[in-house]
């Protein structure tokens, strides 16, 4: 199945996708927030080829949801009925701090850093999403619960 992974933002959305064999989990483009995301994405989403979404959710320390989290279930839902597309939502705490770490690792240029991290930290929320799958042992190509 061939996830589309968005690390939703109040200025930018990040994106990523998988590869069908739900193995790898690439960082995609940073958008702007701003104009018609939801008609950009749902174009996407068909030129793509992308089966399902997961959409980062979130969330402090203590687990509980920010303020930004209505707005990121909104562009879920409002995505998923444009696409007919199913979607999940996934904890993202601390996506942006593991692609910061990611991308430093990869030797990425401190200033080169910031137009990739929104991107990056989507792949991470994806990558998450797919072990996940695999250590549940759900089948490559199911959507289920997780």
Not at 6 to 17: E, N, P, V, Y
Not at 69 to 82: C, E, H, N, Q, V
């Given at each position: 199945m061939r996830w589309l992974a968005?690390?939703?933002?109040?200025?930018?959305?990040?994106?990523?996708?998988s590869d069908e064999l739900e193995?790898?989990?690439?960082?995609?483009?940073?958008?702007?927030?701003?104009?018609?995301?939801?008609?950009?994405?749902?174009?996407?989403?068909?030129?793509?080829?992308?089966?399902?979404?997961?959409?980062?959710?979130?969330?402090?320390?203590?687990?509980?949801?920010?303020?930004?989290?209505?707005?990121?279930?909104?562009?879920?839902?409002?995505?998923?009925?444009?696409?007919?597309?199913?979607?999940?939502?996934?904890?993202?705490?601390?996506?942006?701090?593991?692609?910061?770490?990611?991308?430093?690792?990869?030797?990425?240029?401190?200033?080169?850093?910031?137009?990739?991290?929104?991107?990056?930290?989507?792949?991470?929320?994806?990558?998450?999403?797919?072990?996940?799958?695999?250590?549940?042992?759900?089948?490559?190509?199911?959507?289920?619960?997780?």
């Open positions: 968005l690390d939703h933002g109040t200025k930018r959305i990040g994106l990523a996708f193995i790898l989990a690439s960082p995609f483009e940073v958008w702007a927030n701003e104009g018609p995301v939801l008609d950009r994405l749902a174009r996407l989403c068909k030129d793509e080829g992308a089966q399902a979404l997961v959409i980062g959710l979130p969330r402090h320390k203590d687990g509980a949801e920010s303020a930004t989290a209505p707005l990121a279930r909104a562009l879920a839902t409002d995505l998923s009925s444009r696409t007919n597309l199913p979607f999940l939502m996934w904890d993202e705490h601390l996506s942006s701090a593991e692609a910061e770490r990611l991308l430093a690792q990869r030797g990425v240029k401190p200033d080169k850093r910031k137009a990739l991290l929104d991107a990056a930290a989507a792949a991470v929320i994806l990558a998450d999403l797919l072990e996940t799958r695999r250590a549940k042992g759900l089948a490559v190509g199911s959507f289920g619960p997780v």
